[in-house]
Every structure is written in C-alpha cells, then in structure tokens.
C-alpha cells in the first residue's frame, strides 16, 4: 500500500516551505489539492512538476474512494490545503478517516498553521485553549457562539474575515462587562510582509480599529473567563491571628 503524507504549506511566506515537505513533495506520486492553480505556484517556487488532483469541500466523498484506490495501489499521495494544515478548517478529514480504516499509513509533514502562530504571540495563557475555526456570520450560531464564549475559562482562538472583524469585535464588547474587559489579539497577515498583531482588550481592540480599512487574513485570540473571585476567598488572606479574632 502507498502512504499518505498530509502536509503543511505556508501561509504566506513560502520561505516557511520546511526541507521535508519539499522532498516529500519530490517523492509522492500525486499531489491532492484544494485548488489545483494555488498549489501550481508553490510547486514551480521549487520547480516541482507532479501530477495534480483537485481535493476540496465539494468533491471530498467523491475523490476519497479515487484516492484510496491510488493508495491501495501502492501509490503515495500528498495531501494540501491551500494554506497551513490540512484538515484545519479545511478539507481533509473524509480522506484521512478513511485511509486510517483501510489501513494506510498516514504521515504528517508538520507546517505552519494560522490559528497557532497566532496563539503563541498571543501572550495569554495557553496552557490549554479551544480552537473554534470560524465564528459564525449571523443569527442563532452567532449568538451561541458568543454566549459560549463568554463563558469559556480557557484562551479561545478563531478565524474571522477582515470584513467581518469589527462587528465581532463590537459585538463581543457588548455582550457583557466582563467580555468587554477580556485581554484579546488580532493577529493580521502573519509571516506575511504586512503582519500586525493588536494587543487589548476587546473593548480597546474596536475602538482602535473601528475606524480603519482592516484587510487581509485574521486570527482572533480571546482570552479566557477570570475565576470570579467567590466571598469566602479573603478568609485566605487573613492571617492566623485575624481568624483567631473573627471565631471569637
Ligand atoms: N488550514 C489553515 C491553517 O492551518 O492555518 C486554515 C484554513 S482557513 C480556511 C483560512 C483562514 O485562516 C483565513 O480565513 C484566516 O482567517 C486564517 N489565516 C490563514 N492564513 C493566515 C495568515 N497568514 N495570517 C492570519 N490569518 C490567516
């Protein structure tokens, strides 16, 4: 059987390209692709010339039982996505299921992706966080979402459109106080020759950017719900003798 290599592409910097996703691209004997035309150019970047398959949201079921197939032939295959990880609020998920179930190797090529390198300038407390993908445009997911997220304890990082920003940010500040006061990160075209990363909370975050033309692609960073301080936690603060004081 052939293996199946998911690999991580740049996202923006095609100097991020590692030395084995390049050999590995040598090596496979088809490339599976998200946008056949966007590969292309990282491809000829380091003169690679493979054959190419399309791999993307609409034909995934189809294309799976194609690409097994081609594995099952002894075949290897490289899975990409147009930027970062595969499989990261992208395509891949169906293939690599079933290549785990028909009992393929399946082998990461490690790479960049968005939502982390947004998460390790972010500064916050990532000791554990939750990826959301997209937060969603409108309606009763939307509302969800923020609800969730004002009740999330841990960092949370997501993916949102430059059009969209700012009434996210808006409506993440109005939601509640405690929201509004949250530390957050915007984080603008990174590895890219543009790259910002805003620090504030996200109150602060929409009036510094409420008024300027935000392009580009954008990771949000959200820091977590504070423990709210209960009553009985300045009991701790006093010492022996206070205690003693207090009994009697
Ligand atoms: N699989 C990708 C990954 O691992 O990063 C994510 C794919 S998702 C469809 C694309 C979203 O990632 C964009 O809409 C944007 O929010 C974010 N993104 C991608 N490249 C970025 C960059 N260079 N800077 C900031 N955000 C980026």
């Known amino acids: 059987k052939g293996k199946l290599y998911i ?3 740049p996202i923006g910097n095609l100097a991020d390209s590692s030395q084995r996703l390049i050999s590995t691209l040598k090596k496979v004997d088809l490339i599976a692709c998200e946008d056949t035309r966007r590969s292309q150019k990282l491809l000829n970047h380091f003169s690679i010339e493979k054959k190419m398959l399309s791999y993307h949201e609409h034909n995934e079921e189809t294309r799976s039982k194609e ?3 081609y594995l099952q ?3 290897d295959i490289a899975l990409l996505s147009d930027a970062g990880m595969p499989a990261i609020s992208d395509p891949g998920q169906i293939l690599i299921k ?9 082998i990461p090529i490690p790479g960049p992706s968005a939502f982390l390198a947004a998460l390790v300038v972010s500064g916050l407390d990532i000791s554990a966080f939750v990826f959301r993908a997209f ?3 409108s309606g009763k997911e939307r509302a969800e979402f923020i609800e969730e997220l004002s009740l999330e304890s841990k960092t949370t990082v997501f993916y949102e459109s430059p059009y969209r920003l700012k009434d996210t940010l808006k409506d993440l500040k109005e939601f509640s106080s405690e929201l509004a006061a949250r530390e957050a990160v915007v984080a603008r075209e990174l590895s890219k020759v543009h790259e910002e990363k805003y ?3 996200t109150a602060e975050l929409y009036s510094r950017l409420k008024d300027q033309e935000i392009k580009g692609e954008i990771v949000l960073v959200i820091a977590g719900r504070q423990e709210i301080k209960e009553e ?4 701790e603060e006093l010492s022996v003798l206070e205690h003693l004081k207090l009994l009697m």
């Open 7 to 9: 690999c991580g592409t």
């Open 67 to 69: 690409l097994i197939e």
């Open 73 to 75: 032939s002894a075949k």
């Open 98 to 106: 079933a290549a785990v179930a028909a009992g393929i190797e399946v």
């Open 135 to 137: 937060i969603p445009r």
């Open 199 to 201: 620090y504030g909370t």
């Open 232 to 235: 009985s936690e300045g009991w």
